[in-house]
């Protein structure tokens, strides 16, 4: 982008949101067709958005007024069709990080995050809670204080996941009932990082975070539970890892599989075998009870 004139730029940059709001919508309008529930927006949707240099505001690419309609459009066509959205920033993403350039860019990348799911209700930032730089207990110290002084608009939306190397549910959780941020409980990361607590404690106890419909993930170890490194994400869901603790309730399932949408269809058929009943069984294909 920097090889091109300003003016060349942001018409490049105003193309590639155009075109991204109309894959979203395609993405949407997939899921709405195959009883997928819920549906995780890609965090370069705005390419470059706060690059130091790249970095833009809408008003300055053409028509970006019109490819904030767009987007507001895949917002009304999902909140008509009862599919949830939600973000989930990348690893850089460090709400405590000891390095004020790392915590500036964050925030920058939460921000904006959170306008563009202002545009099509998304209604979850999700992030990990961060590094522990040597002391955990400080490191949780400074994650607490700094989400309270987020701006609203991603405060209201932010969510904090257990991670497989540093933060476990045990971890987060007195933060969460501290600030007021539920806990998105992933019970991979949680198998590869125990803490004592049991997922059926873990599950309760995140459950308890949430005053709306909870949202959780669910993955598979690449190479089995055995294998040497099981925190990598299979290609799809052993439905075996799906914790029967998360049944009969109303829950978002995020699928994290490499297949995607194929690691869906697939758990949905193996939860739902044909010749069972469909309201007894898990209903991952609903809209709730659970959704994916």
Known sequence: MLRL?????????????????????ASLQFCAGHGIGAFRINSQILPVKTHAEAGYEMSDLPD?????????????FAGENNLRLSFHPDQFVVLNSPNPKTLAHSLAELNYQAEVAEWVGADTLNIH????????????????????????PVRTRLTLENDDKVYTPADL???CTDTGVPLVYDAHHHRCLPDGLSIAEATER?????????????????????GPKPER??????????????????????????????????????????GRNQTSATGIAQRKNPRA
């Open 206 to 226: 995140a459950r308890a975070t949430w005053e709306t419909e909870p949202l959780f993930h669910i993955s598979s170890p690449l190479e089995g539970w055995n």
């Open 64 to 76: 970006g007024a019109e490819i904030i309609k767009h987007f507001e459009a895949c917002g009304r």
């Open 5 to 25: 004139s300003k003016r060349d730029r942001l018409t490049r940059l105003a193309e590639l949101c155009r075109v991204n709001s109309e894959a979203l919508m």
């Open 129 to 152: 809670g961060g590094g522990a730089y040597g002391d955990k207990v400080s490191a949780l110290r400074d994650l607490r204080k700094n989400i309270e002084h987020l701006p609203s």
């Open 173 to 175: 959780l007195p933060v």
């Open 233 to 274: 994400h299979h290609d799809y869901i052993n439905a075996a890892d799906f914790p029967p603790e998360w049944l009969g309730w109303p829950l978002t399932v995020e699928v994290e599989a490499k297949a995607k949408e194929l690691a869906i269809r697939q758990l949905q058929q193996d939860m739902n075998p044909p």
